[in-house]
């Protein structure tokens, strides 16, 4: 019995080299004026980044490089594609987030 090593080899290349594009994640700036909220979370005014994982659905909001904390969206399809990252508001709550060319959301609860 003879193993072939090169096609395992190959194999094992184009699984790693595709391992960052599972991961993909969308980043945006939000600068808030007035206090927000977030989950359970009420944000101060200043400046934040939202960084949304759409392969887990997670939305980590940070601020000056520190993790202000994670949170769990619903995936919603849109009717078209969004134009621009959009941050919706219901209120002063954060509802959703809209991705630049994607017919994917996350809904925020």
Same mark, same amino acid.
């Given at each position: ?23 993909? $994640? ?28 759409? $392969? ?38 954060? $509802? ?14």
């Amino acid at each position: 019995m003879k193993i072939r090593v090169a096609p395992f080899v190959a194999f094992l290349s184009v699984l790693f080299l595709s391992c960052p594009v599972w991961a993909h $994640s969308e980043s945006t700036p939000l600068d808030l004026s007035q206090p927000a909220t977030i989950g359970s979370t009420t944000l101060k005014p200043g400046q934040y980044r939202l960084i949304a994982n759409l $392969s887990t659905d997670q939305v980590r909001v940070e601020r000056k490089g520190k993790v202000i904390g994670t949170f769990t969206g619903t995936p919603v399809t849109l009717q078209t594609k969004s134009e621009q990252t959009a941050i919706v508001f219901n209120g002063r709550q954060i $509802s959703e987030i809209q991705f630049t060319g994607k017919t994917e959301a996350l809904k925020l609860d």
